[in-house]
């Protein structure tokens, strides 16, 4: 297919539809109203459901209802939203069940403001909600990889019958670029649900599905069933993204719209002799730790870029295991870093390290 000049939110709602989605619930929040906008237009056209609920809590738990009848389910939101699903989440984890949520992170702490921000990794990363579970939570960079991880997403939450989260942030949400949508996928039929699914018991045995276990024993029980699923998601769903890495001397790591920043000023690094390389994880969860540890063992120092005040930092200090010196920089409450920014970093990074040119 062509590529098509497309807006973050609507590319990544419309690349849902043709994922197969069959039901949106949500509730508008800038800045990804637009998807919403979007899905209520598209979803009744094709015979699909769409509900705008009463608020975010409403939202994700008529997502919880929808996904217990196996169908392929989503909502989107952005970080106050979020935050308020979070129970919502918990039981759809607790229940083992497949969900694709989007969080168009903005500025905050509180209401904050409406600008791009990466503040919510703690929140979904570290497994946001109560409880010992992690979502599987996937960061793109630009448009054509919200298309395609938005699309993955919904056949890996299904392999793993588990929540799938993309997060990006108000840059990627709001900015176009030219992207390819994939091809219409048919809705799946009625019978062609998973045999765990609620659809009526009158030929079987009734299915029932519940987080809830008054029997400590029985809690632990499920719990270390969600702990084997998350070293199978660990060993099989890492990914991530590399530059000019073969004879850096200097890495970058950083995700998501700082992650593409940061590419553009690593090209420049390079013109200037400096030997920069990036690591972009695209998987937070499973986070690449080994390939980070890989890392420590080949460079001279660790430069962390985010736009918040260093949440990803911790995961990469795991990584790195004390292997080398790590800097960070970091833009918080919306603020967008510039290259030259990120620029000036490197070359403070290269000055002190003594790095070659």
């Known amino acids: 297919m062509a590529k098509e000049l497309l807006k973050g939110n609507v590319a990544f709602a419309e690349a849902a539809i043709r994922a197969g989605c069959e039901a949106y619930f949500g509730y508008p929040i800038t800045p990804q109203t637009e998807a919403l906008e979007h899905m209520s237009k598209r979803m009744p056209e094709l015979g699909r459901v769409f509900l705008q609920a009463e608020s975010e809590v409403a939202a994700i738990n008529m997502v919880y209802g929808a996904a217990c009848a196996g169908v392929r389910v989503m909502s989107s939101s952005s970080s106050p939203g979020v935050s308020l699903m979070m129970e919502g989440l918990s039981y759809i984890a607790g229940s083992e069940l497949p969900v694709v949520l989007v969080d168009v992170m903005r500025g905050g702490p509180g209401l904050g403001n409406i600008a791009p921000s990466q503040g919510d990794y703690n929140q979904i990363v570290k497994?946001?909600?109560?409880?010992?579970?992690?979502?599987?939570?996937?960061?793109?960079?630009?448009?054509q990889e919200f298309i395609d991880l938005t699309v993955e997403a919904f056949d890996i939450a299904e392999?793993?019958?588990?929540?799938?989260?993309?997060?990006?942030?108000?840059?990627?949400?709001?900015?176009?670029?030219?992207?390819?949508?994939?091809?219409?996928?048919?809705?799946?039929?009625?019978?062609?649900?998973?045999?765990?699914?609620?659809?009526?018991?009158?030929?079987r045995a009734p299915n029932v599905i519940s987080s809830f276990y008054l029997d400590p024993l029985k809690e632990?029980?499920?719990?270390?069933?969600?702990?084997?699923?998350?070293?199978?998601?660990?060993?099989?769903?890492?990914?991530?993204?590399?530059?000019?890495?073969?004879?850096?001397?200097?890495?970058?790591?950083?995700?998501?719209?700082?992650?593409?920043?940061?590419?553009?000023?690593?090209?420049?690094?390079?013109?200037?002799?400096?030997?920069?390389?990036?690591?972009?994880?695209?998987?937070?969860?499973?986070?690449?730790?080994?390939?980070?540890?890989?890392?420590?063992?080949?460079?001279?120092?660790?430069?962390?870029?985010?736009?918040?005040?260093?949440?990803?930092?911790?995961?990469?200090?795991?990584?790195i295991e004390g292997r080398v010196p790590i800097s960070f920089y970091g833009r918080q409450g919306g603020v967008v870093p510039m290259p030259d920014e990120v620029l000036e970093e490197i070359r403070k990074v290269h000055s002190k390290s003594g790095a070659s040119t």
């Open 220 to 319: 632990e029980e499920i719990n270390r069933k969600l702990m084997a699923k998350q070293t199978e998601i660990e060993a099989n769903e890492i990914r991530f993204r590399e530059l000019l890495i073969e004879d850096a001397e200097i890495v970058v790591i950083a995700f998501g719209t700082a992650g593409r920043i940061a590419q553009s000023a690593i090209k420049t690094a390079r013109e200037e002799g400096i030997r920069v390389g990036l690591l972009r994880p695209i998987s937070l969860y499973p986070f690449p730790y080994d390939r980070v540890r890989q890392l420590g063992d080949q460079v001279q120092e660790i430069l962390v870029v985010e736009m918040n005040s260093g949440q990803m930092l911790g995961d990469v200090r795991i990584g």
């Open 159 to 203: 392999k793993y019958r588990c929540i799938v989260i993309i997060l990006a942030d108000g840059s990627l949400g709001q900015m176009m670029e030219p992207a390819e949508l994939p091809e219409m996928r048919d809705v799946r039929p009625v019978e062609k649900r998973p045999a765990w699914a609620l659809s009526g018991a009158k030929d």
């Open 127 to 143: 497994g946001g909600g109560h409880g010992d579970y992690r979502p599987i939570v996937l960061a793109p960079a630009s448009i």
